[in-house]
Nanobody
Framework: QVQLVESGGGLVQPGESLRLSCAAS????????MYWYRQAPGKEREFVASISPVGDRANYADSAKGRFTISRDNENNMVFLQLDRLQPDDTAVYYCHVRRDGYHWGQGTQVTVSL
């Protein structure tokens, strides 16, 4: 069965960085587009970034362009999200996501940006 386990969140100050990781298992990781979404308190879950199966194409939400970088390691079934120049509006739970026979989500990792 599909399993996605996120890690790497934490509490940082504005302008700092974090690197989120997602360990995937239970499916053919290297042939699927992988996504990162986030959900802030009181808001709907929103798209952040996606990466093609071989990692040669990435798409970003406008809020993420120029600050966040998605990458993947197909040998180890991992997907990453580098978060740079974080701002308080980036505070959210960040989720790893794959669409394989339905929608699959991890448990999320909390990112809090605050002074």
């Amino acid at each position: 069965q599909v399993q996605l386990v996120e890690s790497g969140g934490g509490l940082v100050q504005p302008g700092e960085s974090l690197r989120l990781s997602c360990a995937a298992s239970g499916f053919g990781f290297s042939v699927y587009i992988m996504y990162w979404y986030r959900q802030a308190p009181g808001k709907e879950r929103e798209f952040v970034a996606s990466i093609s199966p071989v990692g040669d194409r990435a798409n970003y939400a406008d809020s993420a362009k120029g600050r966040f970088t998605i990458s993947r390691d197909n040998e180890n079934n991992m997907v990453f999200l580098q978060l740079d120049r974080l701002q308080p509006d980036d505070t959210a739970v960040y989720y790893c996501h794959v669409r394989r026979d339905g929608y699959h989500w991890g448990q999320g990792t909390q990112v809090t940006v605050s002074l």
